[in-house]
């Protein structure tokens, strides 16, 4: 790679067009000038950002990057791309939370609005956004949470002339305060609600025929804005709506297609959280970096002690692991259509796998650089509440594993592996490894036979053909990427279909511990076809979380080798990565054992996985080597 990490000063965004260059150079240069003295007294007396909000109005950075082209009135530079959305979001988590988060929630409150046929509403905002507006997305209540089914925001309607009056009250509304359009979801009054506990059962389409999306302004006298329910400089609102009109032109979706659009926004918006952790922790990384290299105990600098230096280059290692997936996620999410919906699963990763990783760094960070942490002219404790808070926006770790789970049959058990399936009746009492050997030699033979076998067995060969897939390419060209907004209905995710994983684990497997870290991949297709989950644990969720993390841990994994083939990553530093992996993976493992409603043959090939990481002590100084040069090398102007 061209460089390690992110440096504000010297990145050229080369790989973008002119206007996006100079619209992301203007944003750094918008922060290097108000100065890390003033972003941290803003923080500390949480005033609203509004002198952000002018440079964003005055130089059209949200009008710009966040209107899709059909909705640019022809204006050249005017589109959603992922991949310069991305980039925007790294800056601003690079420079505070805060800023990322009044950029996130105009994107989830643009979601519903752009997937809407409703022309005369995404006009409105097209217009509002040239305006300089900022946008909400009004799901969440304090009482119902995630429980969208149950929601108590009511839409009356009218006896004369159309449309409703809302009432109801929204919590936990980031931008609620001066959005000039808010995506609401309510239910008519008139109309079913749906039992949320019985959300198992397919549902009718007049079951979902009472709910719905409209567009409310925060300025009408019937919003009533409440207090911000967050102590910090960001606005997150409660509000209440009181017999708030709504006329047919505000009403974005309804039935079915409302909860679609619920969905298919939290697709798109919190693929964006990951980027903000990456912008974070790299900061963080060269304040923490520089500290302890310059910091000299009992007549060591504190970056020669042996517990800080493997702080450091297990952070090292795994911050490096989050920008190459993060960086092949864009290709997969610019490269979705409705015969490709891979990128599902690569975005609740990036939410869920990355935050979680950003947060492990800031912990193992905070060791390293101690009570400097806490000290009021640093950017590392203004980060640091927004860094435990990313893994849990835009649905917890546990809703985002409980949707990565959904694809754990078919990501594992590539349609040419199904002779996998056979290893279930081997006895439980079989010698430990020998399932495992089994399915080593069953998946390095079916990839050979195959094409034969499709050849001669038609309904196989349609199986197989349903997993074929082009190479996803590289993606930082200057396009549109349109099918974000027209996902369709959320459902069908079963057939999803993933391509072969282990292609790009051999090619690495000369890593020593990318191949140790292909044995347990392996060993999970063992567990998963000889000790398939039973019914009742298919219904534990604290089971199913433990063969999540498990899970969840290949694709990771996956996409940091695919970047790496593509863009060059250190050999070193994927090692010490992947000796990092080694042990999660085992100790997940372990801890899969140990539930109590594991079988004895899930307990056995749970620890069938556990493997000791290949340590090399070269490998290891060379990689601390490369962390003890980002001493110095970026301060924020005061």
């Known amino acids: 790679m061209t460089e390690t990490l992110f440096n504000p000063k010297t990145h050229e965004f080369a790989e973008f067009d002119a206007e996006t260059r100079r619209l992301l150079r203007a944003t750094v240069n918008w922060f290097e000038s108000h100065g890390k003295v003033r972003l941290l007294a803003d923080s500390r007396d949480r005033v609203w950002y509004s002198d952000f909000l002018d440079f964003i109005k005055s130089e059209r950075v949200f009008a710009t990057f966040l209107t899709p082209a059909a909705e640019g ?80 925001m009511i839409l009356e309607p009218k006896t004369r002339g159309g449309g409703f009056t809302a009432s109801g009250g929204k919590y936990y509304i980031g931008n609620g305060n001066a959005a000039a359009m808010v995506s609401v979801f309510g239910r008519r009054a008139d109309k079913p609600i749906i039992d949320s506990a019985d959300f198992q059962r397919k549902m009718t389409d007049e079951e979902y025929s009472g709910y719905l999306f409209f567009a409310a302004d925060s300025r009408h006298k ?164 927004g860094m435990f808070g990313l893994p849990r926006l835009e649905g917890t770790v546990h809703v985002n594993m409980a949707l990565s789970l959904k694809f754990m049959p078919n990501y594992m058990f590539h349609p040419s592996d199904a002779a996998l399936a056979a290893l279930r009746y081997l006895p439980g009492a079989a010698p430990k490894g020998a399932a495992r050997a089994a399915a080593e030699a069953l998946s390095w033979t079916s990839r050979r036979v195959t094409p034969r076998a499709g050849n001669l067995v038609p309904k196989l060969r349609d199986e197989l053909s349903s997993a074929a897939y082009a190479p996803v390419p590289t993606r930082r060209d200057a396009a549109d990427d349109e099918f974000l907004w027209r996902q369709g209905p959320s459902s069908g995710l079963g ?61 990771y994994a996956q996409l940091i080798l695919e970047q790496a083939d593509i863009a060059g990553a250190d050999a070193e530093v994927l090692d010490q990565l992947f000796d990092i992996f080694v042990r999660d993976f085992s100790k997940h493992a372990v801890a899969l054992s140990a539930k109590p409603s594991a079988t004895k043959a899930q307990q056995t090939r749970a620890l069938d996985l556990v493997r000791r990481p290949i340590a090399d002590a ?9 962390v003890r040069a980002l001493a110095g090398q970026y301060e924020m102007n005061p």
């Not at 409105?124 to 119902?144: K, M, N, T, V, Y």
């Not at 692991?321 to 599902?344: C, F, T, V």
């Not at 999970?524 to 979380?545: K, N, Y």
Request: hydrophobic share 45%; charged share 20%; with cysteine.
């Open 222 to 385: 019937n919003y009533k804005l409440q207090k911000n329910v967050v102590d910090s400089q960001m606005y997150v609102a409660a509000f209440e709506l009181d017999k708030y009109p709504v006329a047919e032109a505000d009403i974005l979706h309804t039935g079915r297609a409302a909860f679609d659009a619920a969905m298919n926004t939290v697709n798109v918006g919190k693929f964006n959280l990951g980027f903000g952790a990456v912008g974070a922790c790299e900061h963080a990384m060269y304040e923490a970096v520089t500290h302890a290299e310059n910091r000299i105990l009992f007549g060591h600098k504190v970056t020669e002690f042996p517990q800080v230096k493997s702080l450091l280059a297990d952070s090292f290692a795994r911050l490096i692991g989050m920008k190459l997936y993060s960086e092949r996620a864009i290709d997969y999410m610019r490269s979705a259509n409705p015969n490709d919906r891979r990128y599902l699963l690569v975005s609740a990763i990036e939410k869920m796998s990355v935050t979680r990783t950003g947060q492990k760094i800031y912990e193992d960070l905070a060791d390293v650089i101690a009570a400097r942490g806490f000290e009021n002219d640093m950017y590392f404790p203004m980060a640091m509440v």
């Open 618 to 626: 070269t490998r290891f100084e060379s990689v601390l080597k490369q």
């Open 495 to 555: 057939r999803i279909r993933f391509a072969d994983w282990r292609p790009v684990f051999e090619k690495f497997a000369h890593i020593p511990n990318v191949a140790v870290f292909l044995e347990q991949a392996l060993g999970l297709q063992t567990l998963l076809a000889a000790a398939t989950p039973t019914r009742a644990q298919q219904a534990d969720v604290d089971f199913l979380f433990g063969l999540g993390e498990l899970f969840t841990m290949v694709p």
């Open 73 to 152: 009135n022809g204006d050249p530079n005017k589109r959603w791309d992922t991949a310069r959305i991305a980039m925007m979001s790294k800056i601003l988590g690079f420079y505070g939370m805060q800023y990322w988060y009044v950029w996130q929630v105009t994107i989830l409150g643009l979601g519903p609005i752009w997937q809407s046929a409703n022309a005369e509403a995404k006009a409105r905002a097209a217009a509002a956004l040239d305006s300089g507006e900022i946008f909400a997305f009004g799901l969440s209540e304090q009482a119902h949470g995630a429980d969208v089914y149950s929601t108590d």
